[in-house]
């Protein structure tokens, strides 16, 4: 148990993530041990594959949560009981207001980061005066905020976004941007007015859809409502949240209660019990279920070179010599049909890209042929807000089947590739069995799926159509907003008004087609990159491992170090150490899904109900 720091936050206890943390140093002990093994065979790729790929991702990883509801909901006052104290400026005008990370940090700390990438340290008492737009001389993109919170130093990243009066108006960046990569995204409702049309709305049209499994509702203000009030108010959110989501998870909240010392009233501590258990138990299972599968593949790997090694020890030194250039040979050969692999990729990338430009054209030209009667249609009154929203749901449906499409096209590459790669890792794993005497099927390398590392799987279809969406949707938001609200506060009268809108429309489409069309480039190059660098990692890796050992045993003798007997002893307790890391890597990975002693399937329901006042 640990406590929210802060003299007034004193009393709010929440349970921490101890459980998953052991089992995350549990799993970083067991690749290390796996690197250690490699080590010793003296294969260095795969050793430096085991700590830059696995251990440091796992050591470094963070936790996300973004907290996000509409202006003058209690928002940055709920994140500071959080915090433990007032940290964030209260009262900031929506549409001022930077965006916030924070995480833990021995001593307060703010960096201002531009949207060029560039950071300036600031003193951290600016921080509750800054907002973007305050004065700065150059675009911010948000804040990044260190501070000593008990609960960031549980690997937690706080984002919280500047609140607005008109959710469907969100910044783009925040909700194309943030909630898809957030680990659980905070959804405030104000307790004197639960769930407005407005919310409803950007719940069902830009939230659910990334995010339904992963909000927590959270109604604020709690301590200004009766108790009879409260057990009304408790009724209402979970009639109207099961509407929208099944079993919603909802926490009533008095963050002012928290901060001036009334923990245990706040509703605070049974919030942090929640998140923590569900990114230990959600979150950090996938995690580390991850590590431990593509520990256990390179474990599958190293057992080819304990072969090799085995195989090595008895052999002279012009031998392993003749078998070295052997292999080195063939490698080179072997290159050229993995250039092949890489050209084809490339060539199927550019039709898929080419496609995808026609049908953004296409889209463009279709919508502004549309665009003077929807102008028409419309009342002038509602044009500042309707013409927007029509714009923006445009390219956000298009781009939506557009992806799918895309997705489809990027999947297909994907498996004629593998399918390739693995015949070719097949014939040159009969080639290494060849050079080295071994049954080729003991030396065979399984390339059927795709390393989780590569980002490669979440990418397929769903991942791809989403990502994309973010993209462009982001892309968009960026150019329309501003570009209709400067057409709109330049207009007084209406006909002048529906003038100017249909000038200045079908232009504000096109521009933002110039923006959209690279990002869409942008994201099929990022997916065609990542199955270059597999497709070159998977044909050398069996090579590269061998020619390892071969020159490891070779080394050794040139040492002096050509005791057979001493040689052989050693690495059948490599082999041992081996077994033991894989046997504890399977034993890990199953112990992920054992249930925990305290959770039945009773208690895990009794997590998504509403929470009782």
Same mark, same amino acid.
């Given at each position: 148990?640990t406590?929210?720091?802060?003299?007034r936050?004193e009393?709010?206890?929440?349970?921490?993530?101890?459980?998953?943390?052991?089992?995350r140093?549990?799993?970083?002990?067991a690749?290390?041990g796996?690197g250690?093994v490699?080590? +010793?065979l003296g294969?260095?790729?795969?050793?430096?594959?085991?700590?830059?790929?696995l251990v440091r991702?796992?050591?470094e990883?963070r936790f996300?949560?973004?907290v996000?509801? %509409?202006?003058?909901?209690?928002?940055?006052?709920?994140?500071n009981?959080?915090?433990g104290?007032?940290v964030?400026?209260?009262?900031?005008?929506?549409? &001022?207001?930077?965006i916030h990370?924070?995480?833990?940090a021995a001593?307060?700390?703010?960096?201002?980061?531009?949207?060029?990438g560039e950071?300036?340290?600031?003193?951290?008492?600016?921080?509750k005066?800054?907002? =973007?737009?305050?004065?700065?001389?150059?675009?911010?993109?948000?804040l990044?905020?260190?501070?000593p919170?008990?609960?960031?130093k549980?690997?937690? =990243?706080?984002?919280?976004?500047?609140?607005v @009066?008109d959710?469907?108006l969100?910044?783009?960046?925040?909700t194309?941007?943030?909630?898809?990569?957030?680990?659980a995204?905070?959804?405030?409702?104000d307790?004197?007015?639960i769930l407005?049309?407005?919310?409803?709305?950007?719940? @069902?049209?830009?939230?659910?859809?990334?995010?339904r499994?992963?909000?927590?509702?959270?109604?604020?203000?709690?301590?200004?409502?009766s108790p009879e009030?409260r057990?009304?108010?408790?009724a209402?959110?979970n009639n109207?949240?099961?509407?929208l989501?099944?079993e919603?998870?909802v926490?009533?909240?008095?963050?002012e209660?928290a901060?001036?010392g009334?923990?245990?009233?706040?509703?605070?501590?049974?919030?942090?019990?929640?998140? &923590?258990?569900?990114?230990?138990? %959600?979150?950090?299972r996938?995690?580390l279920n991850?590590?431990?599968?593509?520990?256990l593949?390179?474990g599958?790997?190293?057992?080819?070179?304990v072969?090799?090694?085995? $195989?090595s020890?008895?052999m002279?030194?012009?031998?392993i010599?003749?078998?070295?250039?052997?292999l080195?040979?063939?490698?080179?050969?072997?290159?050229v049909?993995?250039e092949?692999?890489?050209i084809?990729i490339r060539?199927?990338?550019?039709?898929i890209?080419?496609?995808?430009r026609?049908?953004?054209?296409?889209?463009?030209?279709?919508?502004?042929?549309?665009l003077? @009667?929807?102008?028409?249609? /419309?009342?002038?009154a509602?044009?500042?807000?309707?013409?927007p929203?029509f714009?923006?749901?445009a390219?956000?449906?298009?781009s939506e089947?557009?992806t799918?499409e895309?997705?489809?096209?990027?999947?297909?590459?994907?498996?004629?590739t593998?399918? *390739?790669v693995?015949?070719?890792?097949h014939?040159? /794993?009969?080639r290494?069995?060849?050079?080295m005497? &071994?049954?080729?099927?003991?030396?065979d390398?399984q390339v059927d799926t795709? $390393?989780?590392?590569?980002?490669i799987?979440? *990418?397929?279809?769903?991942?791809?159509?989403?990502?994309? =969406?973010n993209?462009?949707?982001?892309?968009?938001?960026?150019?329309?907003?501003?570009?209709?609200f400067a057409?709109?506060?330049?207009?007084?009268?209406?006909?002048?008004?529906?003038?100017?809108a249909?000038?200045?429309?079908?232009?504000?489409?096109? %521009?933002t087609?110039?923006?959209?069309?690279?990002?869409?480039?942008a994201?099929?190059?990022?997916?065609a990159?990542?199955l270059?660098?597999?497709?070159v990692s998977?044909?050398?890796?069996l090579h590269?491992?061998?020619?390892e050992?071969?020159?490891?045993?070779?080394?050794?003798r040139?040492a002096?170090?050509?005791d057979e007997?001493a +040689?052989?002893?050693?690495?059948?307790?490599?082999?041992?150490?081996?077994?033991?890391?894989?046997?504890?890597?399977?034993?890990?990975?199953?112990?992920?899904?054992?249930?925990h002693p305290r959770?039945?399937?009773?208690?895990?329901?009794?997590?998504?109900? =509403?929470?009782?006042a």
């Amino acid at each position: 148990m640990t406590t929210v720091p802060g003299d007034r936050a004193e009393g709010i206890q929440q349970p921490t993530l101890d459980a998953f943390f052991q089992k995350r140093d549990d799993v970083v002990v067991a690749l290390r041990g796996l690197g250690d093994v490699a080590g +010793a065979l003296g294969t260095k790729s795969v050793r430096d594959r085991v700590d830059r790929e696995l251990v440091r991702k796992l050591e470094e990883d963070r936790f996300h949560l973004v907290v996000m509801g %509409e202006f003058n909901h209690g928002k940055t006052t709920f994140v500071n009981a959080l915090l433990g104290e007032n940290v964030l400026p209260v009262g900031v005008t929506p549409t &001022t207001a930077a965006i916030h990370h924070i995480h833990w940090a021995a001593q307060p700390e703010a960096v201002v980061v531009a949207t060029s990438g560039e950071r300036r340290t600031i003193a951290f008492d600016e921080v509750k005066g800054f907002a =973007v737009g305050g004065g700065q001389t150059y675009p911010v993109d948000y804040l990044d905020i260190g501070y000593p919170a008990a609960l960031l130093k549980e690997r937690i =990243v706080l984002v919280d976004t500047p609140g607005v @009066n008109d959710l469907s108006l969100h910044r783009a960046d925040i909700t194309y941007g943030y909630i898809p990569r957030a680990d659980a995204v905070l959804f405030l409702l104000d307790a004197g007015q639960i769930l407005k049309e407005s919310e409803r709305v950007f719940l @069902n049209d830009k939230l659910l859809g990334a995010s339904r499994d992963k909000i927590v509702f959270v109604i604020t203000k709690w301590d200004l409502l009766s108790p009879e009030e409260r057990r009304e108010a408790l009724a209402y959110a979970n009639n109207h949240l099961s509407t929208l989501v099944s079993e919603p998870v909802v926490f009533p909240v008095s963050a002012e209660s928290a901060l001036s010392g009334d923990a245990a009233g706040s509703g605070l501590p049974a919030l942090v019990a929640h998140l &923590t258990h569900f990114l230990a138990e %959600e979150r950090g299972r996938i995690l580390l279920n991850n590590a431990l599968g593509e520990g256990l593949a390179l474990g599958q790997l190293l057992s080819k070179g304990v072969d090799a090694r085995r $195989r090595s020890i008895p052999m002279k030194t012009d031998e392993i010599e003749r078998r070295i250039a052997a292999l080195e040979n063939d490698l080179a050969g072997q290159a050229v049909t993995i250039e092949q692999r890489r050209i084809q990729i490339r060539e199927d990338v550019a039709a898929i890209k080419a496609g995808a430009r026609k049908d953004l054209e296409r889209f463009v030209d279709d919508v502004c042929r549309q665009l003077p @009667n929807v102008i028409d249609a /419309a009342k002038p009154a509602d044009l500042k807000q309707y013409l927007p929203a029509f714009l923006e749901d445009a390219y956000k449906k298009w781009s939506e089947e557009e992806t799918k499409e895309i997705a489809m096209d990027l999947e297909k590459l994907a498996e004629k590739t593998v399918a *390739l790669v693995r015949e070719d890792a097949h014939d040159g /794993a009969k080639r290494v069995a060849a050079v080295m005497g &071994t049954d080729a099927r003991r030396l065979d390398v399984q390339v059927d799926t795709i $390393r989780y590392d590569m980002g490669i799987v979440a *990418l397929m279809f769903g991942g791809v159509a989403l990502m994309a =969406v973010n993209l462009m949707a982001g892309g968009v938001l960026a150019v329309v907003g501003p570009a209709v609200f400067a057409m709109f506060a330049r207009g007084k009268i209406h006909e002048e008004l529906r003038k100017r809108a249909k000038e200045l429309a079908p232009e504000v489409m096109r %521009e933002t087609a110039k923006q959209v069309g690279p990002k869409i480039d942008a994201m099929i190059d990022e997916f065609a990159q990542k199955l270059d660098a597999w497709v070159v990692s998977a044909g050398e890796e069996l090579h590269r491992e061998v020619v390892e050992v071969l020159r490891a045993t070779r080394d050794a003798r040139s040492a002096g170090e050509d005791d057979e007997v001493a +040689a052989s002893a050693a690495v059948e307790l490599q082999a041992m150490a081996l077994a033991k890391v894989v046997d504890r890597l399977e034993r890990l990975r199953a112990s992920l899904w054992t249930p925990h002693p305290r959770e039945t399937p009773e208690s895990s329901h009794d997590r998504v109900r =509403v929470a009782s006042a």
